[in-house]
């Protein structure tokens, strides 16, 4: 039996997330320390074998793969699929948090930030996040069981909950909870 890998990680930091702003699909491009974080990743991946990369279309994904695919000259392939693309804050990209919490109170933010169900104006859920990340882990485990790859997967916080609930079988609750790191990785076990 064959144990295919899975190497999750976000994306370093970027400007909207250092000022508290809503980044949702806005491009943000990394910082200093963003970059900091994405070298910290590769370094910690240097030496697993990455056959397939896959990346959104955002710059702060793409220059996150960029790093650690450095030391992987075996992977040829890089995929944009926005189907793990970062949550849309719709009205609210580009707003920082503060504005928001002053003009419609601490509670009501807390609502659009962090809940399942409820999505900001003209934005999404993490539920409907979730559906589409769903779609995109069916496609990848069809894909891998398929070609005997390994992959990395350079996500966001917010897609990066509803992969972490089906790989570590967590529950809503737990999953809301998480704060996914900028200088880490998350590795999964897929056997074919």
């Known amino acids: 039996m064959a144990k295919l ?3 999750l990680f ?9 000022a ?3 980044t949702g699909w806005k491009d943000s491009k990394l910082t200093a320390e963003g970059k900091g974080n994405a070298r910290k990743v590769a370094q910690k991946l240097k030496n697993k074998k ?14 996150t793969m960029k790093e650690v695919l450095k030391y992987h000259p075996e ?3 890089v995929i944009v699929d926005d189907r793990m ?9 580009g707003k920082k948090h503060s504005t ?16 399942y169900t409820v999505a900001p104006p003209g934005g999404e859920s993490i539920q409907m996040v979730e559906k ?28 990066m909950r509803p992969f972490r609930r089906y790989f570590e079988h967590l529950t809503i609750k737990q999953m809301m909870r998480l704060e996914n790191p900028w200088n880490n990785y998350f590795e999964y076990e897929v056997k074919v």
């Open 10 to 18: 976000r994306h370093g930091e970027s400007f909207f997330n250092r």
């Open 85 to 93: 693309i970062e949550r849309s804050y719709g009205k609210f990209q």
């Open 20 to 22: 508290k702003e809503f």
């Open 100 to 115: 928001i919490i002053k003009k419609y109170g601490q509670k009501q933010f807390d609502t659009w930030h962090r809940s």
């Open 132 to 159: 589409r990340v769903k779609s995109f882990i069916k496609d990848l485990l069809r894909k891998m069981k398929k070609e005997k790859i390994n992959v990395a997967i350079s996500a966001h916080g917010n897609s």
């Open 50 to 63: 990455i056959d397939l990369a896959f990346q959104t279309r955002l710059s702060r994904s793409r220059e």
């Open 5 to 7: 890998k899975i190497y």
């Open 75 to 77: 992977c040829r392939k």
